[in-house]
């Protein structure tokens, strides 16, 4: 992991783990935030139709993958930072680039937005109790 990857990947746990009930785990080679469910992933795979666009394999090597909301996704995919991942994608997930390669620099305050509406898709009542009692 280069020291970029590093950096991003700190800054990404240290949003995760700061919600209730948060913990990390590795899942197949790469970090994960859940509670009783996944709420967030750090990178993800580039979908093969992204590939055939021209996308580059490792293009999600620096990303969050999380679990939008259904009325929020599509307008998330008009912006070019937003993938559909491969595998959880078609569960409704998507992936936004932190490394700036897919179109700026991601912004810390729209990744915490991102990350707080997945944990609140996946995370029980008691926990999203807790968060907004915060």
Not at 25 to 51: C, E, I, L, N, Q
């Amino acid at each position: 992991m280069t020291a970029d990857s590093a950096h991003l990947l700190a800054r990404v746990r240290d949003i995760c783990l700061s919600f209730p009930g948060a913990q990390e785990k590795t899942s197949h080679g790469s970090p994960v935030f859940y509670t009783t469910k996944t709420f967030g992933w750090w990178a993800g795979h580039v979908h093969r139709d992204d590939r055939a666009r021209g996308v580059p394999d490792d293009a999600l090597a620096q990303a969050i993958t999380f679990l939008p909301s259904p009325d929020e996704r599509d307008a998330l995919l008009a912006d070019g930072r937003f993938l559909v991942p491969a595998y959880l994608g078609t569960r409704g997930w998507l992936a936004y680039d932190l490394s700036g390669r897919l179109g700026g620099p991601g912004d810390w305050s729209e990744v915490h937005e991102l990350i707080d509406s997945s944990y609140r898709a996946t995370a029980g009542k008691r926990l999203i109790a807790q968060l907004d009692a915060r």
